[in-house]
C-alpha cells in the first residue's frame, strides 16, 4: 500500500525581524516601491520640463505672431508711406509710434529707412541707430524671427513700407522682448509644477497601496529569502517519498512531485491541465475533483491501491487550493 498524504503548510517571517514602513527597500515590496517612485518622478520632472519648453515656444511663436499684426497694420496706414516722404518723417511718425505701441500691446515699433536707420521709435533715443538684420523686408518680403543682440533680443517682425509705384521706401519693425516672453512662461510655471506635485503625490499613493499589497503576499521577506525558501520548499517537496499534489480552486492542477508522478503514471505536460484531463486513473481525479477533505481514503489506480488524503488550504494569497 502506498501513501499520498501531504498536510498544509505557513511560512512565518524571522522572528525578531523588523516589518519597515511599506516593506522598507530590502523586501520586495520596498525595492517595488521605490522603483515605482523613481519611474513617477522621472516622468513627471520629464512632462513638466516638457510642458515649460512647449509654453516658452507657443508663447515665442504667439508673440512673432502679434508682432506681424501690429507691423503690418501700421505699415499698411495709409499715412506711413506718405509721411516717409514728408521733409521731417521723425515729427510726422514719431506720435503715432507712440501711439500704435500703447494700442497694440507690443513692447517696441520702430519706424526705419530700408537700410534699416530707425526714423521713428516707441525709445526715442534709438533714433538714428541702425536695426540689424533686415534686408530680407528691404528687399520686400515681410519675416518674423527671435532676433539676439543690441538693444534687446526679441521675438520681432519686420514689415517693408511700400509706396504707389512699389517700391520700398521704409520698414516697420515691431516685437517683444524675450525677457518679457519669459516672464509670462514663468507665470506659469507655480501651474505646472503644482500638477507635477499632484501627479507625484497621487503616483506614490498608488505605489504605496500597491507595494502594500505586494508585502502581504510576499509577507515582507527579502528576496534572499524568498530564493531560500522556495529552494527549501522544492527539495523537501521532491525528497518525501510520498506524492504531493497541489491543485487550484478551479481543478487544475498546480504541482505533483517525483513521487506523484510515478505512482501516478503522470504524463510530463499533466500540469497546469484540470485534474480530470491530467492521465490521472478516474476514480482518482474523480476523488480530488471533488473537494471533499478525506484521510487515508483507498483508491485504485491501475494495480495500485493508494491511500489518498486531500485538505483544502486557503493562502493568504492566490486561489483557494487543495492539496
Do not use: K, W
Not at 76 to 89: F, H, K
Not at 158 to 177: C, E
Not at 220 to 227: D, R, S, W
Amino acid at each position: 500500500m502506498v501513501h499520498g498524504r501531504t498536510s498544509g503548510t505557513r511560512t512565518e517571517a524571522p522572528a525578531g525581524r523588523p516589518s519597515p514602513y511599506l516593506g522598507g527597500p530590502r523586501t520586495v515590496a520596498g525595492q517595488v516601491f521605490l522603483l515605482q517612485v523613481v519611474v513617477a518622478v522621472l516622468l513627471i520632472a520629464a512632462g513638466v520640463v516638457a510642458l515649460a519648453f512647449q509654453a516658452r515656444y507657443d508663447g515665442e511663436r504667439d508673440a512673432r505672431d502679434r508682432s506681424l499684426a501690429a507691423a503690418e497694420s501700421f505699415a499698411n496706414a495709409p499715412g506711413t508711406a506718405r509721411a516717409l516722404a514728408s521733409g521731417d518723417p521723425t515729427g510726422a511718425l514719431q506720435p503715432f509710434v507712440r501711439q500704435a505701441g500703447r494700442n497694440s500691446g507690443v513692447d517696441f515699433i520702430s519706424v526705419m529707412e530700408p537700410d534699416g536707420t530707425r526714423i521713428a521709435d516707441t525709445d526715442p533715443g534709438l533714433i538714428g541707430e541702425r536695426a540689424e538684420d533686415v534686408g530680407r523686408a528691404a528687399a520686400g518680403e515681410s519675416f518674423t524671427d527671435i532676433f539676439t543682440g543690441p538693444p534687446n533680443d526679441a521675438a520681432r517682425a519686420v514689415v517693408p513700407v511700400t509706396g504707389p509705384d512699389g517700391a520700398v521706401v521704409g520698414l516697420v519693425g515691431a516685437g517683444f522682448r524675450i525677457a518679457n516672453v519669459g516672464e509670462a512662461v514663468a507665470d506659469r510655471l507655480p501651474v505646472f509644477l503644482g500638477s507635477g506635485a499632484v501627479a507625484l503625490a497621487l503616483a506614490t499613493a498608488s505605489s504605496a497601496l500597491v507595494s502594500r499589497r505586494l508585502r502581504r503576499q510576499t509577507r515582507g521577506l527579502e528576496p534572499a529569502e524568498m530564493t531560500r525558501m522556495y529552494e527549501h520548499h522544492h527539495a523537501v517537496l521532491h525528497a518525501v517519498r510520498e506524492g504531493v499534489l497541489i491543485i487550484g480552486g478551479d481543478g487544475r492542477l498546480m504541482l505533483a512531485n517525483d513521487e506523484a508522478r510515478r505512482l501516478l503514471e503522470l504524463p510530463a505536460d499533466a500540469e497546469g491541465r484540470h485534474v480530470t484531463e491530467a492521465g490521472m486513473e478516474p476514480a482518482v481525479a474523480g476523488l480530488l475533483a471533488s473537494g471533499r477533505s478525506v484521510t487515508d481514503e483507498v483508491v485504485m489506480a491501475g494495480d495500485r491501491l493508494l491511500a489518498v488524503s486531500t485538505r483544502p488550504t486557503a493562502p493568504t494569497a492566490g486561489p483557494r487550493a487543495r492539496r
